[in-house]
């Protein structure tokens, strides 16, 4: 799922939730949720991430469709 390749990516660069959370403008635990899959993702927020983290839209989804 997105959130598990997010968390992925994050953790294999040291990147901590509290960077994340402090680039989208949200609570820790709304990021802690969004990261765990308790709750989705929104098109802003995913925009928000790739810009975070300096990745291509499409980054995460050339991952997802390598393991299909």
């Not at 939730?17 to 990261?35: E, I, P, V």
């Not at 980054?59 to 393991?67: L, R, S």
């Amino acid at each position: 799922m997105l959130n598990e390749k997010i968390k992925l990516f994050m953790r294999e660069r040291g990147i901590k939730q509290s960077f994340l959370k402090n680039k989208l403008g949200m609570t820790a635990s709304t990021c802690n949720a969004m990261l765990n899959g308790n709750r989705g993702i929104s098109a802003e927020e995913y925009f928000k991430i790739c810009d975070a983290l300096k990745v291509p839209l499409d980054y995460f989804k050339d991952i997802e469709n390598e393991e299909v």
